[in-house]
């Protein structure tokens, strides 16, 4: 029954792709994101969806009816000469080979990043691709909240099978993220039910969090929070409200929770902390050696062997969004990598100090200051995960560079209309006067 209601969604959609590319961009981000197919039982878990969806997004460059037009911005700029240069880091890897494994699939990511930026122009498109990326991930935050629930915290909440955040870790950084762009659908939402809706689904992402038992699940919340009351207007009101539903959460959780948690403050007491710690000198050995780095394929013992730290047995992947791209290429990948994300939280206080105090485009500012929040939580959790290209904090940036496009472009509309308006004026009260 699964497999039937996937493909008959994927059948169903695809002739409007032809028609509308940015129907394929919400298709793709949907099948990228959930990978609803792997959670079927049959014939369709095999089947390569993604694969037909991106090939019909491709495809209606050529057949679409809408206006494509790159959304040029600093953090595209640099986006796509971080892309570049991983290409010639895999050229130069120690296994180029293995290397074009991942390379081969954050090339098709980031091409449809690409192509988001191209096709998303409108409000809607905006909001209808937050409300894709929200649902994909927050199906897992529904499950995984009532199942921490049922059984009271004790077991671990993991994410949908073959993605990027299947690891119960990667999964409550995802959840986190995914909690401030639910909030800005539901402050903009016209519907109760839909705000009560959107409410609910938070708290369940939340404690869905708690449940992966994730130490850096927890610091990221922790870093939202504090980004959400330093925002709040009414900082006392707000920080009581946020201590209030902390202390729901975490009294909820049973004591093997806290004792997992308490093990941040003993990290070189745990096995996990430290081999992070081994992985990410490994990593800074590398880079003094290699300016391109190993490539994606580098965690096995032909690296090891040469650059893990005497005395290390097993060899870990880096576990850390800065310090895998540090090992896999180098300090130059790295600093492009982290460039992409300062000048995208950038563009997003671009946006709240060009929207503050303007009613009509009150939108833009709550969004923007919601991505803002999103991403803090990816910089701050990814600390200790491999999830450097993970699609969610990549379609944040198309939200916010579309936005700033569109922003300008409606500016420059209403600029139009006034001096078209204007120039008018001034002919007929020339007219007047004669």
Known sequence: MRDLLVVSIVLAVLPFVFRHTWVGVMLWTWLSVMNPH???????????LAAAAAGTVLISLLTTRDKLRMAWSPPVGVLFAFVIWICLTTAFAFDPAGSWVQLNKILKIQLMTGIALMA???RKHIELFLWVNVLSVGFFGFKGGIFTILTGGSQRVWGPPGGFFEDNNACAVALIMVVPL???????????????????????????ALGTQSRGGLLAISAMGLVLWYRADRKMLGGLMILAVATALLVFMPDSWERRMATIQTYEQDESSMGRLEAWQTAINVANHRPTGAGFAMYDWATGGMYAQPGVTVIRAAHSIYFSVLGEHGYIGLSLFVLIWVLTLRVAGQLRKQTRNRPEVLWVYQLAGMCQVALVGYLVGGTFLSLAYFDLPYNILVVLVVTQRWLRESGS????????????LSVETQQALK
Not at 413 to 424: C, I, K, L, P, W
């Open 38 to 48: 792997k959670l079927a039982f049959g014939f369709a878990t095999e089947l390569p």
């Open 120 to 122: 998303l122009h409108e």
């Open 182 to 208: 639910m909030n800005y659908l539901r402050t903009v939402s016209t519907h109760p039910k839909v705000r009560f809706g959107l409410l609910v689904l938070m708290l369940l992402c939340a404690i869905a």
């Open 413 to 424: 509309q209403a600029a139009g209309v006034f001096g078209s308006a204007s120039s008018s």
